[in-house]
């Protein structure tokens, strides 16, 4: 079934879209990476931390690269050691970015409020869904089938809803750098080539697991020939 010449078929924009986005990733990241910022990853979130009233935000380094990321059960952001040393407009994007997701989560931003939610339900379904659906099919059972599909809906709405959150924290994120004057308007064209090209991937990873969704309805629905 995994190779199934008409999932690949379907899905194949998503991976198309999804690898000229890591490319993009990679090239801006590498370009922004060169030009220095005033301050470090670090200071930046903290000062944006701080700015917003979060002083009670951790903030720590974490040893895997690109772990960069705002876990909001510990209320702590975890920068990767390039980000959170780095005085790089790269460094200082990033930072920001997850300074975004810490104040979305004060601010109580439905979509990260939906998405929290939807975290355990939606790691169950991506581990689960398709082997419920695989022996659904296998053994004839339609409920198990269904099932299986299901569970794999909760990561696609997890994936949907994930969207305008990555969207708002870099938009929060690119207002704050002006904002507190830590990164010269002329300079943020840099910045956002890196935070446009990083929803990207978002992007492809939804379309992926939309088209993913698609294919296991033409499969049960028994559409294929
Ligand atoms: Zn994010």
């Known amino acids: 079934m995994f190779f ?3 999932y690949l078929i379907l899905v194949a924009p998503a991976l198309l879209l999804g690898l000229w986005a890591n490319l993009r990733v990679r090239t801006t990241y590498s370009r922004a990476s060169q030009m220095r910022a005033s301050l470090s990853g670090a200071a930046a979130a903290r000062y944006i931390l701080d700015s917003a009233g979060l002083q009670d935000v951790g903030l720590e380094m974490t040893p895997h690269e ?7 059960k510990e209320r702590v952001i975890r920068l990767s050691p390039d980000v959170y ?3 790089s407009l790269a460094a200082v994007g990033i930072a920001a970015h997850e300074a975004g ?3 979305q989560h004060a601010h109580a931003y439905a979509p990260l409020v ?3 939610s939807l975290v355990p339900v939606a790691g169950f379904g991506s581990n689960f869904g398709f082997l419920a659906l695989l022996f659904g099919i ?3 059972l339609q409920w198990l089938a269904w099932a299986g599909v299901i569970l794999f809906s909760a990561l696609v709405l997890f994936q949907v809803v994930n969207l305008p959150v990555e969207f708002n924290a870099s938009s929060r994120a690119k207002r704050q750098l002006v904002a507190l004057g830590i ?3 002329q300079e943020m064209v840099y910045v956002n080539k890196v935070l446009n090209a990083a929803a990207l991937t978002y992007v492809a990873a939804t379309l992926q697991v939309v088209l993913t969704l698609l294919y296991y309805l033409l499969l049960l629905t028994g559409r294929r020939d």
């Open 138 to 140: 296998g053994l004839g």
């Open 114 to 116: 939906i998405t929290q």
């Open 4 to 6: 199934d010449p008409l």
């Open 85 to 87: 040393r780095g005085h």
């Open 66 to 72: 690109l772990g960069d990321h705002y876990s909001p």
């Open 101 to 103: 997701h810490a104040i």
């Open 183 to 185: 990164v010269p308007p």
